[in-house]
C-alpha cells in the first residue's frame, strides 16, 4: 500500500513540475523569444540563488504592420523554482510558492520571427511587491518608443491614382 501511495505522489510530483515548462512551451515562438531575454537578464543577477521559469502571462500583444515585420509586447510573471541557478536540465524544477513572483514586460520588434536589434529591444523586470505605478508608466512609455516606426512602412502600401 505505502508503495503504492509513493508511485502516486512521484507521478502527481512528476505531473505538476512538467506543468511549469508546458506554460511556456503553449506560448507562441515569438512570445518565447521574449521570455529567454527576460530569462536571461534575471538568472545572469549575481543575487539570484534559485532558477527562475516562466510562469503565466498576464497581457499580450503583437502589432502586425506587414512584410514580416510584428512589433511585441508581453507582459509576464516568473517564479523561482526549487533547483539552483545554473540548472541546465529544468524538467524537475517546481516552482516555489514562498518567493514573490518577478513581474516583467518585454517590448521588441521582429523581422521575419527573430528579434531585430534596432530599436534596441526592452525588458523591465522587478519583484512584484516592489513594482509601481510610475514603474508600469515607463515600461508603457519605453514600449511605445520601440514601436514608434510602427506606421512607416504602411507608405509602401500606397497605390496610387492609376
Known amino acids: 500500500m505505502a508503495a503504492v501511495l509513493l508511485w502516486l505522489f512521484?507521478?502527481?510530483?512528476?505531473?505538476?513540475?512538467?506543468?511549469a515548462q508546458k506554460n511556456y512551451d503553449d506560448l507562441p515562438e515569438t512570445y518565447r523569444k521574449g521570455v529567454d531575454l527576460a530569462l536571461k537578464m534575471v538568472n545572469s543577477l549575481s543575487s539570484v540563488q534559485h532558477?527562475?521559469?516562466?510562469?503565466?502571462?498576464?497581457?499580450?500583444?503583437?502589432?502586425?504592420?506587414?512584410?514580416?515585420?510584428?512589433?511585441?509586447?508581453?507582459?509576464f510573471l516568473l517564479r523561482a523554482t526549487r533547483c539552483q541557478k545554473?540548472?541546465?536540465?529544468?524538467?524537475?524544477?517546481?516552482?516555489?510558492?514562498?518567493?514573490p513572483p518577478i513581474d516583467c514586460t518585454v517590448c521588441y520588434?521582429?523581422?521575419?520571427?527573430?528579434?531585430?536589434?534596432?530599436?534596441?529591444?526592452?525588458?523591465?523586470?522587478?519583484?512584484?511587491?516592489?513594482?509601481t505605478l510610475g514603474m508600469m508608466n515607463s515600461r508603457r512609455m519605453q514600449c511605445s518608443a520601440v514601436?514608434?516606426?510602427?506606421?512607416?512602412?504602411?507608405?509602401l502600401s500606397s497605390i496610387g491614382n492609376e
Do not use: M
Not at 545554473?86 to 518567493?99: H, I, L, N, P, S
Not at 521575419?112 to 534596432?118: A, D
Open 109 to 131: 520588434k521582429t523581422y521575419r520571427g527573430e528579434i531585430e536589434p534596432e530599436p534596441k529591444p526592452y525588458v523591465h523586470c522587478i519583484q512584484k511587491p516592489a513594482l
Open 10 to 19: 512521484s507521478l502527481g510530483a512528476l505531473l505538476y513540475s512538467s506543468g
Open 86 to 99: 545554473g540548472t541546465v536540465e529544468t524538467a524537475g524544477c517546481q516552482f516555489r510558492d514562498d518567493r
Open 51 to 75: 532558477h527562475f521559469l516562466f510562469y503565466k502571462s498576464v497581457e499580450k500583444s503583437a502589432t502586425e504592420p506587414g512584410f514580416d515585420v510584428s512589433y511585441i509586447l508581453h507582459h
Open 147 to 155: 514601436g514608434c516606426n510602427s506606421g512607416a512602412i504602411t507608405l
